[in-house]
Nanobody
């Protein structure tokens, strides 16, 4: 099993940057596809970015492509989300999720493990 803990959220002005971290427990973290989702106020949780365990392949939602970068450090059992040029519509709670030996899955129902979330607020 894997336990996930997000950090790095906060309040930032539009155009600013934040880096989120997701620290994982467990010895087989390298075998988990790790993905960031977010839930904006009053909306359903949506896919943001994913990092596939097998080859490091990355996939992004259209709304964040070119601004966000997902990466991972298996030695530290941590996955990151670098967010640049933030916009007010990026505001929400960001969640880290993991799927053992997963493919490039964008649906939240496919994920077995979730963190508690970290709040990101972008002011205009």
């Amino acid at each position: 099993q894997v336990q996930l803990v997000e950090s790095g959220g906060g309040l930032v002005q539009a155009g600013g940057s934040l880096r989120l971290s997701c620290a994982a427990s467990g010895r087989t973290f390298s075998m988990y596809t790790t993905t960031w989702f977010r839930r904006a106020p009053g909306k359903e949780r949506e896919f943001v970015a994913s990092n596939r365990w097998s080859d490091g392949g990355q996939y992004y939602a259209d709304s964040v492509r070119g601004r966000f970068t997902i990466s991972r450090d298996n030695a530290k059992n941590t996955v990151y989300l670098q967010m640049n040029n933030l916009k007010p519509e990026d505001t929400g709670v960001y969640y880290c999720a993991a799927l053992f030996r997963g493919g490039m899955a964008t649906g939240e129902s496919e994920y077995d493990y979730w963190g508690q979330g970290t709040q990101v607020t972008v002011s205009s």
